[in-house]
């Protein structure tokens, strides 16, 4: 209690004990005294009266502040303006009560530490946040450097020891083709782990980069991701039919609608039925204002009615013959759903698979520069 008159202190003391508050006080009347008393005392609560012999509550008040001290100041004084007790509040006072209404003293007090009590709430909360921050912005930095790992330091010899593959198959033409199938198989486990790096590279640009509004060429589009699946065994064996309706011009991510297409027609391709005379896949797509719809079909091995609800699954594989990591309908799922569309599948085993797609035409999006 920052008060110079004894009778003023046992009067609160007296309404405090009334309402059953339990407490212990201190008394000063100085500025030495306030000061002392804030780190030897450590009050939960200030109760200040305005006008002292050679202090006063606002240079408490700003005393308070300078050592950021968290706790409840309530002016405790005898008549004032309005216009002061705004003032105060505006300086940071929690609340004023006026000497001459005491029995609102509890309450005032009640209120204020109860407010500083979920103010600190917050702040611990901000700052527990802060923290997550700093440490999700350090996993993201941590993140970019495993992609650039991914694509640089793993990619690259990859591509190296295919090379180096691809050479000693040349020079094994001249004798006779004897290693002929190790290389084959190496050549097949290179690809495969190739296709996997692709895959995380992917998950991890589509969880973390922008949306890229762009018009996009459906048919080129559809010709690249092709031609990015020439290596794939089986590739000339399956007959491609595409049917493009484009009624106005399609705008949206073109990088997204690579990776959809090039995990679906790569899936395609690697669970073609061999039992039966032609293998095909067909797609379709129309492209209208709102929006663009596809439909990719094959005649492939099929998935059982009980898998269907978990190909879209983290690592999930519906056959054995899978080979991949089991992210590549995941990442599908995602690219379609960050860019707010929908896809659903239709499956018989010895049938065949349908994928349909629906995608919003961003048609009306003003790319920025």
């Known amino acids: 209690m920052l008060e110079d008159l004894q009778d003023d202190v046992g009067l609160i003391e007296w309404v405090l004990r009334k309402e059953n508050f339990r407490f212990i006080s201190r008394q000063v009347d100085s500025r030495d005294e306030f000061i002392s008393a804030l780190t030897e005392f450590e009050p939960d609560l200030i109760l200040s009266d305005h006008a002292l012999p050679q202090f006063n509550s606002v240079e408490a008040l700003k005393i308070c502040k300078k050592q950021g001290l968290d706790v409840p100041f309530i ?13 105060c509040l505006k300086h940071g006072a ?38 997550q921050n700093e440490e999700l912005v350090k996993i993201n930095k ?6 650039y790992s991914v694509s640089h330091n793993l990619r690259a010899p990859l591509m190296s020891v295919l090379g180096l593959i691809q050479l000693a198959q040349i020079d094994d033409k001249k004798q006779n083709n004897l290693l ?89 391709i690697k669970y073609r039925d061999l039992t039966k005379d032609k293998q095909e896949i067909d797609i379709r797509v129309k492209v209208t204002l709102e929006n663009v719809m596809i439909q990719f079909a094959d005649n492939g091995i099929g998935i059982s009615e009980n898998l269907l609800q978990k190909i879209f699954d983290m690592f999930f594989r519906a056959t054995e013959k899978s080979e ?32 349909i797609i629906s995608m919003p035409n961003r048609q009306g999006f003003v790319p920025v520069p």
Do not use: C, W
């Open 75 to 87: 002016l405790v004084t005898g008549t004032v303006s309005e216009e002061f007790a705004v003032s």
């Open 94 to 131: 929690d609340d004023y009560v006026l000497k001459s209404n005491l029995a609102r003293l509890p309450s005032a007090i009640s209120n204020s530490l109860k407010k500083r009590h979920i103010e600190s709430k917050r702040k611990k909360a901000e700052k527990a946040l802060r923290k």
């Open 142 to 147: 941590e993140l970019d450097s495993f992609v």
């Open 180 to 268: 002929s199938n190790y290389f084959n198989l190496m050549e097949s486990s290179v690809h495969r782990l190739d296709d996997t790096l692709k895959e995380i590279l992917d998950y991890s640009r589509n969880a973390r980069s922008e949306i890229k509004i762009e018009r996009i060429n459906m048919i080129r589009l559809l010709d690249d991701s092709f031609d990015r699946l020439r290596y794939l065994d089986g590739f000339d064996d399956i007959h491609k039919s595409i049917h493009v309706d484009e009624q106005v011009p399609l705008y949206s991510d073109a990088y997204r609608f690579m990776v959809v297409f090039n995990n679906l027609m790569s899936n395609a």
């Open 324 to 355: 991949g990591a089991g992210l590549g309908l995941y990442i599908v799922k995602e690219a379609v759903e960050k860019l707010q569309g929908t896809i659903q599948v239709k499956s018989s085993p010895g049938v065949g698979t349908t994928f």
